[in-house]
């Protein structure tokens, strides 16, 4: 397969010395400003350390910048339609629930509260759709409603890469760097909600992890809340940590202690550690019934499901949803190829295509948060050892991207030394991630915005991407024509 090329926005020609002065700045200048996260391998809740990045911004087509930019207002649309839609939520999910006890948990908690009725019908969808450069285009890798994230760091980052190339002699360059400040339309979505739920003395409360390591990215959203409107308190708490003193009031307000919540943003609850007993399952069904506004609702953590997202991609599928055709065809054109395995001609079909040429597809489980997907040869045994049973109906597969790489040095916290700089040199590929922000109920949509971007990038060779599962780095792109 050939391999295509971007051109790095710089080309470093550096002294060892002047090198490692450059990254020890990089480096302090990224502590300084919150481009940082908690170590897993050695936790220590008063220490951070630098957050993987890359030392310059990466190349980025500017023409599909802007169409990923474009598009994220009908997709914003999209997903809250398809949230609202209990008929195409059902048929999508029936067989992954059967092969997936996760899915299966988070269906039941929406169809009890769908028979009961919403006590709260606004939704907050803080999204970001994910896409690779692939043949001249852009392909939607995937589309996340639930703790999307990195919007704080990447408005940092933008500030950063100003910073370095300056530093390195190439001021002339920053106006090829788009301007960014996801943080700023991501909060103002929180506070417009926490407007509407009109409660002055009411809290957002963040539902977050036991141990959180990505610590930096989440209170930039707590202290822009701040900063933006001051008269707003957060609260942070696990699933596990709500379970003493959580309960309903007698107008459904959720109430935790002695405070009553306004919204309730999940940075955690999409991962299966999030529930260790059923008493974590219990507060989540608590919350979906209380009249807080939820980010996400239910309906929307499930519409962000693969399965949904493979749904959507039938032929046709949009037409349930959209009746503009123009709308349809651009939707459509971001669209990848996904597959489902269900136990029919299509699912067989599509098996035996990727077991015999297994560099063509993804093999993707129905989890989020990085670190889950199957690839190359893996592919094949995964896919003859479910063959014949109901597990496969958990799983799609995608086509594969390979988008063009380029050469970029990727900054860490361990790779010192730097005797031999090339070293850190790697040929890397990039993910665009957009944000969006969409508020309503089944009836009406109350605000609708595309809200800034967020680079993703990894060694070429590396085929997961996440930044927090340690595999990729945070970026910002370089705009080319």
């Known amino acids: 397969m050939e391999i295509v090329r971007l051109q790095p926005c710089i080309q470093l020609q550096l002294t060892n ?64 339609k398809v949230a609202h839609n209990h008929t195409f939520l ?13 899915t299966a948990k988070l269906f039941n908690i929406y169809e009890t509260v769908h028979k009961e009725g919403f006590s709260q019908t606004i939704s907050v969808g803080l999204l970001r759709s994910d896409y690779m450069l692939h043949e001249n285009g852009i392909k939607q890798v995937e589309l996340n409603t639930i703790a999307s994230s990195f919007g704080g760091i990447a408005s940092v980052a933008l500030q950063y890469h100003k910073y370095i190339l300056s530093e390195l002699g190439h001021a002339d360059k920053i106006k090829n760097i788009p301007e960014n400040n996801p943080i700023r339309g991501l909060c103002s979505g929180l506070i417009h909600a926490w407007e509407l739920y009109n409660n002055k003395q009411a809290v957002i409360l963040f539902i977050v992890e036991d141990i959180t390591y990505n610590i930096c990215d989440q209170r930039f959203h707590e202290f822009e809340i701040c900063k933006l409107k001051p008269d707003i308190k957060v609260i942070r708490r696990s699933l596990q940590s709500l379970v003493a003193d959580t309960r309903l009031g007698s107008n459904k307000e959720l109430l935790v202690g002695n405070q009553e919540v306004s919204v309730v943003y999940f940075r955690s609850g999409y991962q299966v550690d999030a529930y260790p007993t059923e008493k974590e399952w219990s507060i989540r069904l608590l919350i979906e019934r209380s009249r807080a506004i939820k980010c996400p609702s239910i309906q929307y953590h499930l519409a962000g499901t693969k399965k949904v997202q493979q749904s959507l991609a039938y ?13 349809r065809k651009q939707i459509q054109d971001v669209f990848a190829g996904l597959y489902s395995l269900e136990f029919n001609d299509e699912g ?16 993707k489980p129905q989890r989020e948060g990085g670190g889950n997907n199957i690839y190359n040869e893996d592919i094949k045994v995964k896919l003859e050892s479910m063959k014949t049973s109901e597990e496969r109906t958990g799983w799609i597969l995608m086509d594969r991207f390979y988008p063009p790489s380029q050469k970029n040095y990727i900054v860490r916290a361990q790779n010192e030394p730097f005797e031999h700089h090339d070293l850190s040199l790697f040929d890397v590929v990039t993910e665009l991630g957009i944000y969006g922000v969409v ?19 990894k060694a070429s060779n590396e085929n997961e991407g996440g930044i927090a599962a340690g595999f990729g780095a945070i970026d910002g792109p370089y705009l080319i024509t």
Request: hydrophobic residues 40%.
């Open 17 to 80: 010395e002047e090198f490692q002065d450059i990254i020890d700045k990089a480096k302090d200048w990224a502590l300084m400003h919150g481009i940082s996260f908690r170590s897993k391998e050695s936790f220590n809740k008063n220490q951070v350390q630098v957050l993987p990045f890359t030392l310059l911004p990466s190349t980025f087509p500017k023409r599909n910048f802007l169409k990923a930019k474009n598009i994220q207002v009908l997709l914003n649309e999209l997903i809250h």
């Open 315 to 327: 032929p046709n599928a949009l037409n349930k949803f959209i009746t503009d055709v123009d709308i």
């Open 90 to 102: 059902v048929n999508s999910l029936k067989s992954t629930i059967d092969a997936d006890p996760f």
């Open 439 to 457: 508020i309503g109920d089944h009836e009406n949509i109350r605000i609708n915005e595309q809200v800034g971007h967020m680079l993703r990038t």
């Open 348 to 363: 067989d079909t599509i098996i035996e295509k990727a077991i015999a040429d297994t560099k063509k597809y993804v093999l």
